[in-house]
């Protein structure tokens, strides 16, 4: 059974980073495509980076410039690097992979961005 575990995430000051990490298991096939995605507290789902297996990327706009998404295919994880952390970024972070196109999702983890 795939299972997709979410680490990193925490308390950091303004200015910040951290590194979140999305690692699938259970299977023996490469993920295609994986996606990160947060939620606020009172707001909807947003994504805020993407990228397949042989790195095509994207980002929405307000994290452009600051988060890196990255993966390492032999261990069938993804990261999330997000510097320069502001206030605003503070939400719960979920990562998804598409794995022979079925869509696992994460754990979830938090970030919590505050001096």
């Known amino acids: 059974q795939v299972q997709v575990v979410q680490s990193g995430g925490g308390l950091v000051q303004p200015g910040g980073s951290l590194t979140l990490s999305c690692a699938a298991s259970g299977t023996p096939l490469t993920f295609t495509a994986a996606a990160w995605y947060r939620q606020a507290p009172g707001k909807e789902r947003e994504l805020v980076a993407r990228?397949?297996?042989?790195?095509?990327?994207g980002y929405a706009d307000s994290v452009k410039g600051r988060f890196t998404v990255s993966t390492n295919n032999a261990q069938n994880t993804v990261y999330l690097q997000v510097d320069n952390l502001r206030p605003e970024d503070t939400a719960a972070y979920y990562c998804?992979?598409?794995?022979?196109?079925?869509?696992?999702w994460g754990q979830g983890t938090r970030v919590t961005v505050s001096s």
């Open positions: 990228s397949t297996s042989d790195g095509d990327t």
């Open positions: 998804n992979m598409v794995i022979v196109y079925r869509c696992y």
